[in-house]
Nanobody, 125 residues
Framework: QVQLVESGGGLVQPGMSLRLSCAPS????????MGWYRQAPGKERNLVAS???????HYADSVNGRFTISKDSTKNMTYLQMNNLKPEDTGVYYC???????????????????WGQGTQVTVSS
């Protein structure tokens, strides 16, 4: 099996920056579009930013101009650069992909709708 592993969360003051990373737990062959979701306490999980296989990006209105999603296709990793953080950005950030392919036991195998375990981001003075 393959999992997505997030890192880079933490506690920061308003106005500061953080960079989140998301990587597969093992070598994979390919990965589909990827996205970052945020779940604030007591609220639904919502899309923050996404990037397609061609590199097209999409942002939620609340983070547009402050957050930047990017990817390293050679490593199948995605990043979320978060600048000028606000208290309302607080939450657990999850990495997601629509699907990926990996090689195991002489077969190419596909997985779909894969989530990471999440990383906590807290913005507070």
């Amino acid at each position: 099996q393959v999992q997505l592993v997030e890192s880079g969360g933490g506690l920061v003051q308003p106005g500061m920056s953080l960079r989140l990373s998301c990587a597969p737990s093992r070598n994979i062959f390919s990965i589909d579009s990827m996205g970052w979701y945020r779940q604030a306490p007591g609220k639904e999980r919502n899309l923050v930013a996404s990037i397609s296989t061609s590199g097209s990006t999409h942002y939620a209105d609340s983070v547009n101009g402050r957050f930047t999603i990017s990817k390293d296709s050679t490593k199948n990793m995605t990043y979320l650069q978060m600048n000028n953080l606000k208290p309302e950005d607080t939450g657990v950030y999850y990495c997601h992909t629509d699907g990926l392919m990996y090689y195991s036991d002489n077969y190419y195998r596909s997985l779909f709708d894969i989530w990471g375990q999440g990383t906590q981001v807290t913005v507070s003075s």
